[in-house]
């Protein structure tokens, strides 16, 4: 339910949203400390335990235990064993806060970005890159910035396509205002995506292409269907449908836990970003202690820290989530699989795949933990004319990573072009 808050909760929430945006992260901050921490320390203890015989092990280790216990046999073998576990847990524990303390310091700032704003409607913003080139629309998730797809000179999909003969129109979500802090996914899609897919096809003088990536795919997947008229070709890039997939992953198994998180917000409160955050670090609890310990060894002045920090502050940045737009994802999709099920209703019907005219492409890694390769690869049963792509690399590093060039980006000119 959305409710109509006051005045005074209005300047409240603002002065809250604000203090959100300021955060750098890795967020939420706690949660990954809280992780480290109890990794490390819990070295020693484990050690304990497999002196005593006690505890829960790994299947895959269980021969490598057995020959350990047989190489410490006296009490100094075991005692120096314990200090070396303690010492090397604490060696990694204090390097990965000293990864965080490097970033946080890092000087790089994104560099600020040649697009003009061509069309505001509410808080959104529809980026035009310029250029003769053919328009065709750009439209990243809802949850994090859309500057992943712009992300810094020679990781840009916007960049490649510009140079590919292409006039880039990149969709900027921007932090929810009023309005939008009672939209609902639909509203998204029809009150600011319908607008700028018309201005992107009256600036062509027809329909254009469109590629969403993640969330956003969704969206342009019920936009294609909607508006068939103005899209001429669809790129859906790591965008889930079906969510009852075999694989499982970590959306499904949490949908219950933030339905109920949900449930005791305040009335009219968005979900916060730190709980958009809490719900990616929940894919892999150990990442970010992974990640922060490598950019620790880093060299600060090299191109790899300078991505690595461009990166990490794109992944830990974002706007609040609008209160109907978390529990239509989290519930609705998550939970209940309303896309797969064909109940998922935008603009007062059910989104069907069968109403999506145009040739689909539809990129999905099989190595990506966010989005199982089945959930993309679902639409491929009812799309009339669809065609599916593994990009060779994980979710994020698909679009800007080592691999995107070759394995994302190539592919997706070639088949604009075909």
């Not at 704003?117 to 053919?134: H, P």
């Not at 328009?135 to 797809?149: A, D, E």
């Not at 969510?243 to 009219?268: C, I, Q, R, S, W």
Request: aromatic share 10%.
């Amino acid at each position: 339910m959305t409710a109509h808050p006051n005045e005074g909760a209005s300047s409240a929430r603002s002065l809250w949203m604000e203090s959100e945006a300021a955060i750098r992260g890795p967020r939420p901050m706690s949660l990954h400390l809280a992780n480290s921490l109890m990794i490390w320390r819990e070295a020693g203890a484990g050690a304990r335990r497999l002196r005593a015989g006690t505890g829960v092990w790994h299947s895959g280790v269980k021969d490598s235990l057995l020959m350990l216990k047989e190489l410490l046999r006296s009490d100094e073998d075991w005692q120096a064993f314990y200090g070396a576990v303690e010492k090397k847990a604490s060696g990694r524990s204090d390097t990965m806060l000293q990864g965080i303390a490097k970033y946080l310091a890092h000087p790089y700032h994104r560099p600020e970005s040649q697009a003009s704003i061509a069309l505001q409607v509410g808080s959104c913003r529809l980026y035009d890159f310029g250029g003769e080139g053919e328009p065709i629309l750009l439209v990243p998730s809802l949850i994090n910035p859309h500057y992943v797809l712009d992300l810094k000179p020679g990781r840009s999909l916007a960049e490649y396509l510009k140079g590919h003969g292409y006039r880039p129109y990149l969709v900027h979500w921007y932090d929810p205002g009023e309005e939008e802090l009672t939209f609902g996914i639909g509203d998204f899609v029809m009150k600011r995506l319908k607008p700028f897919l018309e201005h992107a096809a009256g600036v062509a003088g027809g329909p254009v292409p469109v590629l969403g990536y993640c969330m956003g795919g969704t969206l342009t997947t019920a936009l294609a269907a909607r508006v068939p008229e103005l899209v001429s070709m669809l790129a859906l890039v790591a965008a889930p449908w079906n969510f009852d997939t075999k694989k499982p992953h970590a959306g499904k198994k949490y949908a219950p836990v933030f339905a109920e998180a949900l449930a005791k917000l305040p009335d009219g409160m968005p979900l916060p970003v730190d709980a958009v955050q809490t719900f990616f670090t929940s894919v892999d609890p150990t990442l970010n202690d992974r990640k922060f310990r490598k950019f620790a060894t880093m060299d600060p002045e090299s191109e790899a820290a300078e991505f690595f920090v461009a990166l990490e502050t794109w992944t830990n940045t974002g706007a609040p989530l609008p209160r109907r737009v978390a529990e239509e994802a989290m519930i609705g999709w998550y939970r209940d699989n309303t896309p797969g099920r064909g109940e998922w209703y935008v603009d007062g019907a059910p989104v069907r795949l069968q109403d999506v005219a145009c040739p689909v492409w539809i990129a999905a890694p099989e190595a990506d933990r966010l989005v199982p390769q089945e959930s993309a690869y679902s639409m491929m049963a009812e799309l009339k004319n669809a065609v599916c792509h593994d990009p060779g690399a994980g979710h994020v590093g698909m679009m800007v990573g080592s691999k995107a060039k070759a394995g994302l980006w190539e592919p997706l000119v070639k088949w604009l072009g075909s």
